[in-house]
């Protein structure tokens, strides 16, 4: 009997701690809390601390406190000048009312897919009423506190505060930067065979003025050295004839000489002469002196 009694109290301790277990429950410093009742909510527990419930019949969801951040992947939005563009944004939220969250959401996966979607409608609906020069300008503040406005107003019907909206990149999509890149490429290349001729041309006529410059000068170099060799020729006939002035017999025997120089100098030369001829005149007067 005492054994069987000891079994009893065994169990019935074990049934006791199963069921304080059951109706304790501790809120965290981060945490807060939604008790439920056959699935119904009937009250929020936000202070930090044990808490108690009733045991098997409610049970408790807890929600973080703290700021969250939602980073959903990038989306292309058409502008108001039909650019398209992949945006790239992020959120950072706090759940706020868990009563309202729980009715509409209940998970936070589920709140951050139905979040997402609320960024993603409220950037497109924003940016598609704006140009790309506009969003690259100084409005780019406005229109980030347009979104985050608009964030706000739809993010409160499922129970969270958004902190803060931001576009962290919006870049072209992939096949338009390709393209833009080809035709950069091909308005270079264009760019380039024009430049390429354009200075093949000034090349050709620079050439033709340095050619044609180089024509006048040697004309006008030759001119100039023809009236100088003319002058020079004018100059030593002067020369000449004044010598010759002077002395008329020695300029006679002056161009003998030459003429004897001239004529047999050449030794294949064939001389047929008188030797009365004038033109041994001074050769003879040699002779007869040398006799």
Not at 72 to 75: D, G, L, T
Not at 117 to 120: G, K, L, M, R, T
Not at 122 to 127: A, F, H, N, Q, T
């Given at each position: 009997m005492?054994?069987n009694?000891?079994?009893y109290?065994a ?5 006791v701690?199963?069921?304080?277990a ?9 945490e807060?809390a939604i ?6 909510p009937?009250r929020v527990?936000k202070?930090p601390g044990?808490?108690?419930k009733?045991?098997?019949?409610q ?5 973080d406190?703290?700021l969250?951040n939602?980073d959903?992947?990038?989306?292309e939005?058409?502008l108001?000048?039909k650019k398209r563009l992949d945006v790239?944004?992020?959120t950072?939220y706090r ?5 309202r969250?729980y ?5 936070e996966d589920q709140?951050?897919s139905?979040?997402a979607?609320?960024?993603?409608s ?6 598609g009423r704006?140009?790309?020069?506009e969003l690259?300008s100084e409005?780019?503040n406005q229109?980030m506190?347009?979104i ?5 107003i ?5 129970g ?5 909206v ?5 870049d072209?999509?992939l096949e338009v930067?390709?393209a833009?890149?080809?035709?950069m490429?091909t308005?270079?290349e264009?760019?380039a065979?024009?430049f ?6 000034e090349?050709?006529q620079?050439r ?14 030759e ?21 010759a002035n ?5 300029f006679?025997f002056y161009?003998?000489l030459e003429a004897y120089k001239?004529s047999l ?9 008188s030797?009365?001829s004038?033109?041994?005149?001074y050769?003879?007067?040699?002779l007869?002196?040398?006799n």
């Open positions: 005492r054994t009694f000891k079994y109290l169990a019935c301790g074990i049934a701690l199963f069921v304080l059951n109706a304790i429950y501790i809120v965290n410093q981060a807060q008790v439920l009742q056959f699935g119904e009937i527990v202070e044990l808490k108690f009733i045991p098997f019949i049970n408790v969801v807890f929600y406190m703290r969250l939602l959903p992947p990038a989306q939005v058409v108001n000048d790239d944004s992020f950072r759940i706020i009312n868990p009563l969250f009715q509409t959401v209940r998970t709140a951050q139905k979040l979607e609320i960024v993603n409220s950037v497109r609906k924003i940016l704006i140009t790309l020069q690259l409005k780019r229109i506190r347009d985050s406005k608009a964030v706000k739809d993010a409160e019907q499922i969270v505060n958004v902190a803060d931001r576009i962290r990149r919006a072209l999509p930067l390709q833009i890149n080809a035709r490429k308005e270079r264009r760019d065979k024009e390429r001729a354009r200075g093949q041309q090349a050709q620079i033709a003025a340095a050619e044609k410059e180089k024509t006048i000068i040697i004309a006008e170099a001119k100039q050295a023809q009236i100088t060799r003319g002058e020079g020729d004018k100059e030593a006939i002067k020369i000449w004839n004044d010598a002077q002395d008329k017999e020695f006679a161009r003998s001239n100098s050449n030794g294949e030369a064939s001389l047929v002469l030797p009365d004038e033109f041994f005149k050769f003879r007067k040699s007869n002196t040398g």
